[in-house]
């Protein structure tokens, strides 16, 4: 059987990029570039009163659930589809609550939160349009979405498919994603470029795998790592900060 | 790049004499910084980079942090 799957899901017997301790060794438990850093930098713009309700939907392990909880005094509780994360987050902190949901179906009541947060998550998943429209059901009127992600900067290559699927694959470029915000009812209060993050974790990475192709390997399988680490650099991936209103 | 414990009991820091160990290290270049495990002198710092880190792995990782 080829093993050059184009476009499809990764190998049965390979892990989960995110769920991976290939990648979890060099993020933390916060699974993404920069780690907290990111949500601490919108916090600080664009802070929340203190007992505020916040909703982390794609938690992961509750890193940014237990920070907004500890250090800024907020409501917050987490959402994710992944029950290896949640279970070793509940490992870590088994009183954060955590439960297992899909960012397309919040079960969570109209109109209920003061904020939404959704870090290297919104590339993943299957129906952006349907995850947009949820924060908005779930947030009040002026309730506030903070988002961070990874992005295409090369917009002609927007349909280039990736020998795997991950939060590469899923990417977009600047304008569609602005443009489904605006569509899905948000105002926008700033677009930052954090890209020197996801650059600083690929030499990580680099520096624990060997390479950027021995990483990809693991998830791809061994014959397109190298197709895997050249169409994620074709893409000249960049990560991202959102902050919008609920209008 | 791994170091074994032998690896690393071979090298001896020329100026302090003290055997080298892993120590957690912050690399530099352009505007990035990340984080590595490499041998170092627990006096002075002086860390080692083999001939085969320096066009390997570094070189890698320098070309990730230029954004070209």
């Given at each position: 059987m080829k093993t050059s799957n184009v476009g499809q899901a990764c190998p049965l017997d390979k892990p989960n990029l995110y769920e991976s301790p290939a990648l979890r060794n060099a993020t933390g438990a916060a699974i993404r570039p920069g780690g907290l850093s990111v949500l601490k930098a919108a916090l600080e713009r664009f802070p929340f009163k203190r007992g505020a309700r916040l909703l982390d939907v794609g938690c992961g392990m509750g890193a940014s659930v237990a920070l907004l909880r500890s250090r800024y005094d907020l409501r917050a509780i987490g959402m994710d589809l992944s029950r290896v994360l949640l279970r070793e987050g509940a490992k870590r902190v088994a009183s954060l609550p955590l439960a297992q949901a899909r960012a397309e179906a919040l079960p969570v009541a109209d109109g209920c939160l003061q904020g939404v947060v959704c870090e290297c998550v919104f590339s993943l998943v299957a129906d952006s349009k349907q995850v947009l429209s949820?924060?908005?059901?779930?947030?009040?009127?002026?309730?506030?979405?903070?988002?961070?992600?990874?992005?295409?900067?090369?917009?002609?290559?927007?349909?280039?498919?990736?020998?795997?699927?991950?939060?590469?694959?899923?990417?977009?470029?600047?304008?569609?994603?602005?443009?489904h915000l605006i569509d899905a009812g948000f105002t926008l209060h700033l677009w930052e470029d954090h890209s020197h993050l996801l650059r600083e974790l690929a030499a990580k990475l680099i520096f624990m795998h060997g390479s950027m192709s021995a990483f990809w390997e693991q998830f791809v399988g061994g014959s397109n790592g190298r197709q895997m680490e050249q169409a994620v650099r074709t893409m000249r991936p960049g990560y991202y900060l959102v902050v919008a209103e609920k209008t | 790049m791994k170091f074994s414990e032998e690896e690393i009991q071979n090298w001896k820091c020329e100026t302090c004499g003290e055997g080298l160990v892993m120590r957690k290290v912050e690399f530099s270049y352009m505007k990035g910084s990340f984080h590595a495990e490499l041998p170092a002198c627990p006096k002075c710092g002086l860390v080692l980079i083999t001939e085969e880190l320096a066009m390997g792995k570094m070189a890698e990782a320098e070309k990730a942090l230029e954004d070209k």
């Open positions: 949820e924060f908005r059901r779930v947030l009040v009127p002026g309730g506030r979405f903070i988002m961070s992600d990874i992005y295409r900067r090369n917009p002609s290559d927007n349909k280039q498919a990736l020998p795997c699927k991950s939060c590469f694959s899923g990417a977009s470029d600047r304008e569609r994603i602005l443009g | -």
